[in-house]
């Protein structure tokens, strides 16, 4: 059985700034809607989102005979002046200084290899949601712009998790979404595109986002779609947001 707080320091150890530990219990549609977002249409050409469903839901079809979600997070610096220096330099926050996913699965393995278990690293490329169980795992709360929101660090973070058969002595809290971010709204208006629903649980269209547009498969830019200058992801929505202002 993995010790939680042993597993929290050596997860600081390898160069994260944060872990939290998750009971790999398959997650609700309460708390991550993505069978509702597909159904809208709003995953826009992102095919792959329809396939593996059921892994995105439940670890324990990932992993078979998981017990655990260990949850990692990684932070990265912001924007220094706010909107004019994002906009002026095109490209978002996350990718002016490194390509995370290397950084992020080296230190997975990492840990894996210190904590001396079996289970499979994850960032990004496997069909599991980083943000939910950063959230289920007490790391933080999904935001209205469906990013997972950090006391400390804001949404300025990058996420990994290692799925393992092992138990954990003791699980995180998942603490849900606070009042203050499901009713301030300062993200949906800050779009100029008007990709973030407004209410409901938090979803994006991504037809209508920026970043849909210019990360990864670089689609054309239609004229209805203002990408307010950038040319890799963009950074509006999280720059609007007060946890983010620190």
């Not at 998750?22 to 989102?49: I, K, N, S, T």
């Not at 990718?95 to 079996?118: C, N, P, S, T, W």
Request: charge should be negative; include cysteine; glycine fraction near 8%.
């Amino acid at each position: 059985m993995l010790n939680s707080d042993e597993v929290k320091r050596i997860a600081l150890e390898v160069g994260f700034d944060d872990c939290g530990i998750a009971r790999a219990d398959a997650l609700a549609d309460e708390e991550y809607p993505l069978r509702e977002w597909l159904r809208r249409g709003w995953h826009g050409g992102l095919d792959y989102m329809k396939r593996n469903v059921d892994k995105r839901m439940d670890p324990r079809l990932l992993v078979p005979g998981a017990k655990s979600v260990i949850c990692l997070v990684s932070a990265y610096p912001p924007p220094k002046s706010g909107v004019r220096e994002a906009e002026s330099g095109k490209v978002a926050a996350y990718a002016q200084h490194r390509e995370y996913h290397k950084v992020i699965k080296d230190m997975l393995f990492a840990l894996k290899e210190r904590l001396g278990i079996e289970g499979k690293c994850c960032c990004d490329t496997v069909p599991i949601s980083d943000k939910h169980w950063a959230a289920r795992a007490g790391l933080g709360w999904i935001g209205r712009h469906t990013l997972l929101v950090t006391e400390r660090w804001g949404s300025w973070v990058n996420l990994g998790e290692i799925v393992t058969t092992e138990e954990c002595s003791e699980y995180s809290e998942c603490h849900g979404c606070p009042d203050f971010c499901a009713k301030c709204g300062r993200c949906v208006e800050a779009c100029p595109n008007h990709a973030i629903a407004p209410d409901g649980p938090p979803m994006l269209d991504v037809s209508r986002c920026t970043a849909y547009y210019t990360t990864h498969q670089r689609r054309e830019i239609p004229a209805t779609v203002d990408a307010h200058g950038y040319t890799m992801g963009c950074d509006i929505c999280q720059l609007a947001c007060p946890f983010n202002a620190k």
